[in-house]
Nanobody, 122 residues
Framework: QVQLVESGGDSVQAGGSLNISCAIS????????MGWFRQAPGKEREGVAYVSGGRTRLADSVKDRFSVSINYAWTTLHLQMSVLQPEDTAMYYC?????????????????WGRGTQVTVSS
């Protein structure tokens, strides 16, 4: 089994920055992709960023403001967020997939954390 625990969520002002992290533990041997997703109240869960096989991709809505990284041992996944806007307010989830290049499709991820709340006020 794989355990994912997000941390670092906070309330910030618009234009601010925030870094959130995901601690990855358990049997990581079959993991091939890691992703960040978010879900705002009343909206569907959407992909924000992912890493796999040295490749990364960010959603169009955040690609100029966010960056994603993972350490070599695959124990911590990071999401660096800048120029935050109220529309970035959501619960942010870390997810792991046994599929290479799972991209930003939630259905391709097998393991999920419980989320960390990011709130951006105007």
């Amino acid at each position: 089994q794989v355990q994912l625990v997000e941390s670092g969520g906070d309330s910030v002002q618009a234009g601010g920055s925030l870094n959130i992290s995901c601690a990855i533990s358990g049997d990581k041997s079959r993991l091939r992709s890691m992703g960040w997703f978010r879900q705002a109240p009343g909206k569907e869960r959407e992909g924000v960023a992912y890493v796999s096989g040295g490749r990364t991709r960010l959603a169009d809505s955040v690609k100029d403001r966010f960056s994603v990284s993972i350490n070599y041992a695959w124990t911590t996944l990071h999401l660096q967020m800048s120029v935050l806007q109220p529309e970035d307010t959501a619960m942010y989830y870390c997810a792991a997939s046994t599929t290479w290049y799972a991209d930003l499709a939630p259905q391709d991820y097998n393991y999920w954390g419980r989320g960390t709340q990011v709130t951006v006020s105007s």
